[in-house]
């Protein structure tokens, strides 16, 4: 087990991190403390969580053949920013503001290859040889946000999240819902949103999948895993680790999402929070993240 980790720790400093005891680099013994958690949660599953997926299962796994760099993107984790650095480093875009890239731009499928679109044999090499990172967030805080921007935003995407979404789960969850709401779905509420999940699944779309099963973290092997909480810290350190040209990486937190966790979910019964716990249960032992914050104590 210890070799594991002293063989990580080592893989660090030859990929060229140049880990300084400074106050201005990288605090790299928590990123071997995220690896850690990752391989200990890893080897307490059963070896089916551990097995490689299909290649078509890995089209969230963006490719940049230039600098060997793998991102596995996550919704509703700065992944529209990640995805506009991915196209600079790949050509796509040759801009100086990464913001300046369309948000509608950035998430087109042409923008940057998928590894799903490699044949199995290249695609295996190339995670061999690239690599590799994620970035992880609270898994409620990640929920709240694709709620908040689905379906309380007032912008095109929720316009399709509405009527794709909104309409069935008013239809199905809404006792004596009015003709203007089944009509609009415009105001699902974040009990009814909840209700939806528990009672139809997690994976009815990527923005409220589990990372787990977008990014197989138990079956691949990840250079690196970053953290929405260190964004700005972790992205220079990625950037660096590839040699990536100098990028300013927008981090913003304008919904402050965080600040309003516990508003939200105290609409919803402790019976509700347990059971959407144990639906993103890999997520939070996996990636460290508690609900003593919301709760103020964990969960069993």
Sequence with gaps: MWELYFEKSLILLILGWHIQFSETTYPWLEQVARQEDLTLGCENLSSTYRQMPNVSQLSHILVDHVHKLLYCYVPKVACTNWKRVMMVLTGQSNVTSLVSIPSNLAHANSSTVRLSDLSKEEAHKILREYTLFLIARHPF??????????????????????????????????????????????????????????????????HWTPIFNLCFPCALNYTFIGHYETM???AKTILDMVDAPPLVFPVTRAGRTRDRLRDYFQQLSIFN?????????????????????LLGYELA
């Design 141 to 206: 805080e990640r929920l709240l946000s694709a709620y908040r921007n689905k379906f309380e935003d007032n912008i095109t995407s929720s316009k399709y999240f509405q009527a794709r979404y909104g309409k069935h789960i008013i239809k199905k969850y809404r006792p004596k819902a009015s003709d203007d709401d089944l009509n609009s779905g415009a105001n699902v509420s974040f009990p009814e949103f909840i209700t939806f999940l528990l009672n139809e699944g997690v994976e009815t779309n990527e």
């Design 232 to 234: 700005a810290q972790d």
């Design 273 to 293: 929070i347990e059971h959407l716990y144990k639906k993103y249960f890999l997520d939070f032992k996996l990636f460290r993240y508690g609900l003593e914050d």
